[in-house]
């Protein structure tokens, strides 16, 4: 075991007892000798990070004094949050000798302002506590991500959001008219100052999605609208006509996303609308599989199941047995939605934008000594996974659709394991944005969750199906990498997919965020087994795993992609 790990381990000891995720930032003395991870406890190179302190600031005041003692130290400096959802290195100084701010502390309303239907609130807060804070203003924030255990200004920075192309748009960024963020500063003005931001002020689309390297974000205040109620139910269809209705569906629905399921030729059109708030119905969502709080044994049953199905001597036939299991189940439980609160007695569901808009009760798992937990949770053997986000012009969608149709027709069957039964592919619809780092165009966003080993180098059963879908889309139909998800090879050549970079690319990051900015080095690593951990397109057989069958190879429909395929005769070609 490396040092690495084994600090980490140690560390996770004392922890055991409690059931809400553990802490990202864990320190060897009180608060320094720290490690950083995400919450799963691994980065997608397997690695954790390192820095020098941590500092828990409960004010702004307390914001400027850690920016400062930073900058004057010369340390390099990063924002962690109370859980760091994000799955790249986003929050790693570099080194071993940075200095890590948690927005932990910073988790309150700062004034909520109903006639004009404003609201500040501070940068940790979570995005649960936000919604409810605002509903209880009679106010809503009309998109959001679907998981509510993120914070404000760690889902802003990744360029978050939910589902629309109304009004403007599925992006939380776009209804932000204002912010206040702590900068480095010259030694004459103290090493930190605090700048205030407000509606028009181009630094704003600079702020916005800032990838976490502009400095320390402290307030954020929220356009919002007043609280409304939505009636939504899911319409099944074979996907026959998937490319044109992907074209529609976001102009019909305000909050329309819909979910392929490949191997069954299936898509279900989520058809979710506005309705009177004198409508009756109490619905809530409580995110059955993958976001509630899961008995742990469950979720150990669960990945062995998963493990299982992943051995050579598993069948395809029994990967997709598993797969309509799975997939009965989530409809069986109203996609985990209820009508009241508790039970689900079928659609249409409505409720109070607050209740249906997010959910995540894991977070909020009891101290009950891992009996139930997140089903990711790294202290339990449970769900272990990798999760693509990646965004096409909308006008580019029905095309790219039509190809992953193509590639699906070849092997349908291959989809049953490639792809989390779960969420299937999931897409959702982003409108065009001011902010730099956000989609300069119509998109959508296309999320693909799949299974992931714990042993490095190991690959997963049909690996060939997701990297080319991936490669399809990053490269030949310009998709961007969601910046909080997404192996590392993604990020290769992404910052020139953004026409207002230049303007974004005055600043200083980390060593991770610089080889995502392109100002030194690239995301890709090449290694041994690199295109089987995502750090890199394979170029040669040794990038993927030959010893167990899976060698370099073209993609099937897209010639030009680079996968790890499963030879079984081990023939080379
Ligand atoms: C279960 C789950 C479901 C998800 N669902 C969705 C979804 O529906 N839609 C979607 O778009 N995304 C989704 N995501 C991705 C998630 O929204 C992003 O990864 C988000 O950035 C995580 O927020 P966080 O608060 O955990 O921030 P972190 O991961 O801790 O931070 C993200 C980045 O922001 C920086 N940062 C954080 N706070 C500040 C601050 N105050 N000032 C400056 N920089 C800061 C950090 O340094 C880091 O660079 C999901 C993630 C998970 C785990
Ligand atoms: C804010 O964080 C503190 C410390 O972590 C916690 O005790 C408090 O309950 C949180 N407040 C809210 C509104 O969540
Ligand atoms: C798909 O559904 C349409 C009706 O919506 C039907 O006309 C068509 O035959 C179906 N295609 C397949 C392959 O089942
Ligand atoms: C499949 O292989 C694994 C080891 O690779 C073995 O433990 C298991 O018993 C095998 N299952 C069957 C049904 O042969």
Request: glycine share 10%; proline share 5%.
């Amino acid at each position: 075991m490396s040092f690495v790990l084994a600090a980490l381990f140690l560390l996770l000891i004392p922890m055991a007892g409690s059931s809400p995720p553990p802490e990202p930032v864990m320190c060897t003395h009180g608060t320094s000798g720290c490690i950083i991870t995400n919450s799963y406890g691994s980065f997608t190179d397997r690695t954790v990070c390192h820095a020098a302190s941590v500092t828990y600031p409960s004010t702004e005041e307390e914001v400027i004094a850690a920016v400062a003692a930073a900058v004057a130290a010369k340390q390099k400096l990063k924002v962690a949050t109370k859980h760091s959802h994000s799955i790249p290195k986003l929050a790693c100084p570099g080194g071993h000798d940075g200095a890590i701010i948690s927005t932990a502390r910073l988790n309150r309303t700062v004034r909520v302002d109903a006639a004009k239907r404003l609201m500040t609130v501070e940068s940790g807060m979570l995005l649960r506590d936000l919604t409810e804070a605002a509903a209880a203003a009679g106010l809503a924030l009309p998109h959001s991500p679907y998981f509510y255990g993120v914070t404000i200004g760690g889902l802003l920075s990744t360029g978050a959001h939910g589902s629309s192309l109304w009004g403007k748009g599925g992006a939380v960024h776009e209804y932000v008219v204002g912010m206040r963020i702590v900068t480095p500063a010259p030694a004459s003005k103290g090493f930190a100052m605090v700048r205030e931001l407000c509606a028009g002020d181009p630094d704003l689309d600079a702020v916005k999605v800032s990838i976490g390297v502009l400095g320390v974000v402290t307030q954020i205040t929220l356009s919002l609208q007043p609280l409304f109620k939505r009636s939504l139910t899911f319409v099944s269809r074979n996907d026959s006509d998937f490319p044109e209705q992907v074209a529609s569906w976001g102009r019909l629905h305000e909050f329309g996303d819909i979910a392929w399921l490949p191997a069954l030729g299936k898509v279900a059109y989520r058809d979710d609308d506005r309705v009177d708030v004198s409508t009756p119905g109490n619905g809530r969502l409580n995110q059955v599989l993958l976001f509630r709080s899961t008995a742990t044994r469950e979720a150990i049953k669960a990945r062995a199941l998963e493990e299982r199905l992943q051995q050579a001597n598993a069948t395809d036939a029994a990967r997709c047995e598993d797969l309509r299991r799975q997939v009965a189940a989530v409809q069986r439980l109203g996609n985990g939605f209820t009508n009241d609160g508790v039970s689900f007695t079928g659609f249409p569901v409505v409720g109070y934008q607050h209740r249906i808009q997010a959910s995540g009760g894991c977070i909020d798992s009891p101290e009950d000594g891992l009996a139930t937990a997140c089903v990711w949770d790294p202290r339990i053997r449970g769900s272990f996974f990798e999760n693509d986000g990646f965004s096409v012009p909308l006008s580019k969608a029905p095309a790219f659709i039509a190809e992953m149709q193509k590639l699906r027709d070849l092997n349908s069957a291959a989809f049953c394991a490639a792809v989390d039964p779960r969420l299937g592919v999931f897409l959702r619809y982003v409108k065009a944005s001011t902010a730099y780092l956000g989609m300069p165009e119509d998109s959508v966003v296309f999320d693909i969750v799949y299974y992931r080993s714990r042993i490095d180098g190991t690959p997963r059963v049909h690996a060939d199906v997701v990297d080319e879908l991936e490669q399809l889309a990053l490269t030949k139909y310009g998709g961007r990498p969601h910046w909080g998800k997404n192996r590392d090879f993604a990020f290769d050549g992404a910052i020139a997919k953004y026409p207002d970079a230049g303007k974004f690319l005055k600043v200083k990051g980390s060593e991770w965020t610089d080889k995502v900015l392109g100002i030194s080095g690239s995301p890709s690593s090449i290694e041994k087994g690199c295109a089987i951990e995502g750090l890199c397109v394979c170029s040669e057989d040794s990038h993927c795993a030959p010893e167990l069958g899976y060698f370099c190879r073209p993609g099937k429909v897209y010639k030009k992609a680079r996968v790890c395929s499963f030879q079984p005769t081990g023939h080379r070609a």
